[in-house]
């Protein structure tokens, strides 16, 4: 386990070569990781015992930008980290609340770092907008006529 005071910059190698750099924690943040709050959401919703990743990825991964896996009941490790810095700033309150309380968050070889994909732009269809034209049913093409 690495060196680390909290709130402090740290960087860490991750799968593929790369490496992933958590930012400062500033005063508040720090403050924020020490409140019981944190403590008592890290063992009841991330270590969970019935849970096996967290966020769950169908629906709150797109607002928190990383997933989780507990391993236990105080280690977990984290999978996947998109490279956008709200998300860094994230996962850098979660890497202190896990230090701070004397749990381990694995950041290492096998946490995959994802460029940060804007989201698709569209461009408007006229077309699109018009319901598809009705045409009038063929009573010719089978030779007979239904009711």
């Given amino acids: 386990m690495k060196d680390y005071t909290l709130g402090e910059k740290i960087t860490f190698d991750v799968a593929n070569g790369k490496k992933i750099t958590l930012p400062e924690l500033n005063e508040e943040q720090i403050e924020l990781v020490q409140k019981e709050v944190c403590i008592e959401y890290m063992r009841n919703a991330i270590h969970h015992p019935n849970w096996v990743g967290w966020p769950d990825a169908t629906h709150d991964y797109k607002n928190v930008g990383f997933v989780l896996q507990a391993l236990n009941h105080n280690t977990a490790r984290v999978l996947l980290v998109i490279d956008d810095a709200p998300v860094l700033d994230l996962l850098a309150l979660q890497y202190g609340a896990y230090r701070h309380w004397g749990y381990t968050l694995h950041i290492d070889e096998a946490t995959v770092l994802r460029p940060h994909l804007p989201p698709p732009e569209y461009e ?22 239904v009711a």
Avoid: H, S, V, Y
């Fill in 124 to 145: 408007e269809d006229e077309t699109a907008a018009e319901p598809p034209q009705q045409t009038a049913p063929k009573t010719d093409l089978l030779g007979m006529e």
